[in-house]
């Protein structure tokens, strides 16, 4: 009974979807936390709606035009995060402001776009497919061996980028692959729980990780782990109580961050048998 959701074939591709997305995620929101680009993710996530609008309007890939969206959107941070006029966050909140402003404007053309924004807003992880599924195995492969090929420049980067130069670590090349990983992510997270939760899975079991890890490869391994059990506990939840999957699955992400914190507050309050 309490397995049966686990025995329905779409039940079980959303799983595998999921569990596909927390590994991608995991991968990329620990640097994403730890330099600071929370915001850009958040800002991404929602800037590409008018990719996904264009391509839902003249029948293309709603993920390449999301992948799309999102890159042009993260060259536009790239080109103005040295400029001395206005910060990194200015930049970010006007392109941010832009592109969803396009966005919205594109969607209020085609009157038979409501039923794709919705679905691209809040997902739709129990109408995984089994194509869904290789897109999400392959966009892993593309950040697993980005992951691996820049770790030393990812991780020079993110402590301090004027050595990773001296280091010939190449931190503009670095820092446009971080860019690429981030915009692969997105693209991908919102076919299974759409852009207004796929931040949330980016970057709740990351921080979940990082109460309890310390070393940046075993972050990421705690956060797939909390991000697949948000998953596996999200789908279950969302069968009995008749909830929108994709949403519970993100809510449930972000609860176990909140329970993961309040156990490291207990822990830290209990004294060690070291002390009176």
Do not use: Q
């Not at 990329?28 to 609008?53: D, K, N, Q, Y």
Request: glycine share 12%; proline share 3%; aromatic share 8%.
């Amino acid at each position: 009974m309490l397995l049966e959701p686990f025995t329905v074939s779409f039940v079980v591709r959303a799983l595998a979807g999921g569990v596909l997305l927390a590994a991608v995620c995991a991968l990329v929101g620990a640097w994403v936390i730890a330099r600071g680009m929370t915001f850009l993710g958040e800002a991404m996530s929602h800037g590409m709606l008018p990719g996904v609008a264009v391509a839902g309007i003249v029948g293309g890939n709603l993920v390449a035009g999301a992948a799309a969206s999102a890159l042009g959107m993260a060259l536009g941070v790239n080109a103005l995060r040295h400029s001395r006029e206005f910060g990194r966050d200015t930049s970010i909140g006007l392109l941010f402001v832009g592109m969803l402003s396009a966005g919205v404007i594109v969607v209020s053309h085609s009157r038979s776009f409501a039923t794709d924004l919705t679905a691209f807003l809040f997902g739709d992880v129990l109408a995984i497919r089994g194509s869904d599924l290789l897109l999400l195995g392959g966009a892993l492969v593309v950040v697993g061996v980005i992951s691996v090929v820049f770790y030393r420049p990812f991780l020079a980067l993110t402590f301090d980028a004027r050595k990773a130069k001296t280091l010939g670590l190449r931190p503009d090349l670095a820092n446009a692959m971080m860019l690429v990983l981030l915009t692969v992510t997105m693209a991908v997270a919102f076919s299974v729980v759409g852009t207004l939760l796929a931040f949330g899975m980016l970057i709740a079991p990351s921080a979940a990780a990082m109460l309890v890890a310390r070393r940046l490869p075993m972050v990421m391994l705690t956060s797939f782990g909390i991000g697949s059990l948000a998953v596996v506990l999200g789908l279950w939840i969302s069968w009995f109580a008749a909830t929108a999957a994709g949403a519970t699955i993100a809510l449930t992400a972000v609860l176990l961050f909140f329970a993961v914190l309040m156990a490291r507050g207990l822990t830290a309050a209990i004294p060690s048998k070291g002390t009176s």
